[in-house]
């Protein structure tokens, strides 16, 4: 529940102001009218870690005095972690035949830079459900969770009761602005869920995943039920599985979708107006954004929208994360209220998780064009960047190799020879300390470390090896990296924890009391 705050607005002539000085006062627009907007105490106010990290801010605002931001773009490459950023530095130089170590990525440009701390309220090291709900909420919450407080319990439906937030999208969509979410993820993946939903499981994503007798709604029917403003102008991403019933057959695929209720989500989407649509290949995408006034439903594949060196770039294929992002700057810059947008590279982490670095750190690439983008078609003047993580992996950067090794290759001496290690086998720069790729086991024999002597170590298949055997690689609970630039963004420097992100972004659009 949103409770009103009263604005006090200052104008030149109030505070007796020459028209030059008028526009040097700090803490206001330089370039642009001020837009009106009505500061509001949220409803997880009473959260001790929201209490906490409003004090920090507010400290932090009094000392640098910062610009007032008109927009706000959240970049989050999931599992985006300092290795990640390294060696995607790297990988990008080397791919444009370039010297990668001193290679700039697009990020890097930025002026102000901080470290994240990542644990959530339960977890030393956490996922992206709370780690996003911190940026866009403001508190630490359970993992697993999604849009709730500390109060709430996983999987325990009836303790979600009470523990709802109120993110920076809700309250932008309350105060007029526009909003926009993109991701290579599901749309009901826990980062973009982040920003509408709430649910003390993230898996909720479809009625099917609800346990029996919970009273739960699902994270794709919140989506479609998000009461916020007039909802988002433009959501991208995959997930159309979780949007359609089983007895729907799939536009792209053939195959049904999820739910067990007979519910198509994505025409219900299409009902709520003559301007909403819903596209589901690159063809679609591009003829409605031929449309000034739709409001776009993207949903571009079953789960999960393809890697970027799996993806299909002909019409029946999907955009990638730098089409959708130019697209949604391009429809929300449009609304003069001011806009609202989070881009997320969902699939950094997806690969990360099979220990396939080659599609990590390509997705990453790819990402950091996506920044650049933003920084083209952006004021800095006028609008917040930040571009961050919400957690780190287990990816190390290891070996005494030359200048221009690389990145994806083995680890070699002065001359060239691959060097091995005390097995007598050569090993990569990459590796990472656990996941699913540990060892080669033989019949009656230890596991071993496979022999990458006559193996391709670039291929985008090859998965690095690893030392401690899992299922699944783990995330790192190491703090991330953060680039920001625009109002605010002096706020955003040193060491800082996780929920002060969704603080500044508060405070430097005027949205938060």
């Not at 709604?217 to 949007?243: N, T």
């Not at 954004?289 to 799996?310: R, V």
């Not at 287990?394 to 070996?399: R, V």
């Not at 086998?425 to 060892?439: E, I």
Request: proline share 4%; aromatic share 6%; charged share 20%.
């Amino acid at each position: 529940m949103l409770r009103r705050a009263p604005v006090i607005l200052f104008t030149a002539l109030s505070l007796g102001l020459t028209a030059c000085e008028s526009n040097l006062f700090e803490g206001g627009f330089s370039r642009f009218d001020e837009p009106v907007r009505e500061a509001v105490t949220v409803g997880q106010s009473v959260d001790s870690y929201y209490g906490a990290a409003a004090e920090r801010v507010a400290v932090k605002s009094a000392r640098t005095k910062p610009g007032a931001a008109k927009n706000v773009i959240l970049f989050i490459g999931d599992g985006m972690g300092v290795s990640t950023v390294t060696a995607a530095r790297i990988h990008a130089g080397q791919l444009a035949g370039v010297d990668g170590e001193s290679y700039q990525l697009a990020m890097e440009t930025l002026p102000y830079a901080a470290l994240v701390k990542t644990y959530s309220h339960d977890a030393q090291v956490s996922d992206s459900a709370a780690t996003a709900t911190a940026m866009v909420a403001g508190v630490k919450s359970p993992a697993r969770t999604v849009g709730v407080t500390q109060t709430a319990r996983f999987g325990n439906c009836n303790s979600g009761a009470g523990a709802g937030t109120d993110t920076i999208f809700e309250l932008a969509e309350n105060a007029g602005l526009a909003t926009g979410v993109v991701s290579t993820a599901r749309l009901t993946h826990a980062t973009p869920a982040s920003t509408f939903a709430e649910s003390v499981d993230r898996n909720w994503e479809n009625d099917t995943t609800i346990p029996m007798g919970a009273t739960c709604k699902d994270i794709a029917q919140q989506f479609i039920d998000w009461s916020a403003g007039d909802h988002f102008e433009i959501a991208l991403g995959g997930g159309r599985g979780h949007f359609l019933a089983s007895t729907d057959i799939d536009p792209e695929t053939d195959q049904p979708g999820l739910r067990a209720d007979g519910k198509n989500l994505a025409a219900a989407w299409e009902l709520k107006s003559e301007d909403h649509v819903t596209v589901y290949n690159r063809a679609g995408f591009e003829a409605a954004l031929t449309d000034p006034d739709a409001k776009i439903l993207g949903l571009f594949e079953p789960s999960h929208m393809q890697y970027e060196l799996d993806r299909d770039e002909s019409a029946s294929g999907e955009p990638s994360i730098v089409d959708m992002t130019r697209a949604a700057i391009d429809r929300l810059s449009r609304h003069e209220e001011g806009y609202v947008l989070m881009v997320e590279a969902g699939r950094i982490d997806h690969a990360h998780h099979g220990t396939n670095a080659a599609r990590a750190l390509t997705d990453t690439v790819v990402f950091d064009q996506a920044v650049a983008a933003a920084l083209e078609m952006t004021d800095p003047e006028e609008t917040l960047i930040i571009v961050t993580a919400d957690h780190s992996h287990t990816l190390t950067i290891q070996g005494y190799q030359p200048r221009n090794t690389p990145i994806l290759g083995k680890v070699v001496g002065p001359f060239g020879s691959p060097l091995r290690l005390l097995d007598g086998k050569p090993y990569t720069t990459l590796s990472y300390a656990n996941g699913g790729s540990a060892c080669t086991p033989a019949e009656g024999k230890p596991c071993e470390r496979a022999d990458l002597t006559d193996v391709d170590t670039t291929d985008r298949n090859f998965r690095q090896q690893v030392l401690l055997p899992r299922a699944s690689e783990t995330h790192a609970g190491e703090d991330v990296p953060l680039f920001a630039l625009g109002p605010g963004a002096e706020m955003l420097t040193g060491v800082i924890e996780q929920h002060d992100i969704f603080h500044v972004m508060g405070h430097a659009t005027g949205l938060v009391e």
